[in-house]
């Protein structure tokens, strides 16, 4: 895909893997070493028992706001980093984007959840806008699951069973 043109997008694991090399010094993720990346991101990443989780807010790289949170363990560092995804609210740059601008790489979970951040991702790459309300859809689905099993399930039945 990136060889004929596409554009290549890590979130958390898959950042890390964009990047030369992971290293786990501690064994968080099983034996301790290293482990050799993809090489499309000039970063590596050191693996840390600190895990960071946390909502985020802030703007793309081409002025695209965004919310989505944070969920991962460890340290990304490079000279890719000096072409950061984002900058958070709070300033903090965050992500790194290969010099071509077609491998990015990103933290913050939530883009595609968000129906603007998904509108501004399908313009910028697919030449098109997200026309689906995310959050509209999920609460519809929900609601139809919800009726769906108090339709079909003995609710008393299966508390009895539970005692």
Do not use: N
């Not at 043109?5 to 968080?28: F, K, S």
């Not at 790489?105 to 595609?112: K, L």
């Amino acid at each position: 895909h990136l060889r004929r043109g596409g554009t290549v997008l890590g979130l958390c694991g898959g950042y890390q893997m964009l990047g030369r090399a992971i290293h786990d010094p501690d064994g968080i993720e099983g034996a301790g070493g290293s482990a050799v990346g993809l090489g499309l991101l000039d970063v590596e990443t050191t693996l840390s028992a600190e895990k960071r989780l946390e909502p985020v807010k802030g703007s793309t790289f081409d002025q695209a706001p965004f919310t989505g949170y944070e969920m991962h363990m460890g340290v990304t560092e490079g000279p890719d980093r000096a072409r950061p995804f984002a900058r958070l609210a709070d300033g903090v740059a965050e992500g790194a984007v290969s010099a071509d601008g077609r491998v990015i790489g990103t933290y913050i979970h939530g883009h595609f959840a968000d129906d603007a951040q998904r509108s501004a991702w399908l313009a910028r790459f697919a030449g098109g806008a997200a026309t689906i309300a995310y959050e509209p859809l999920v609460e519809d689905t929900l609601d139809r699951l919800a009726a769906h099993l108090e339709a079909h399930i003995d609710v008393d039945r299966l508390l009895t069973l539970l005692r």
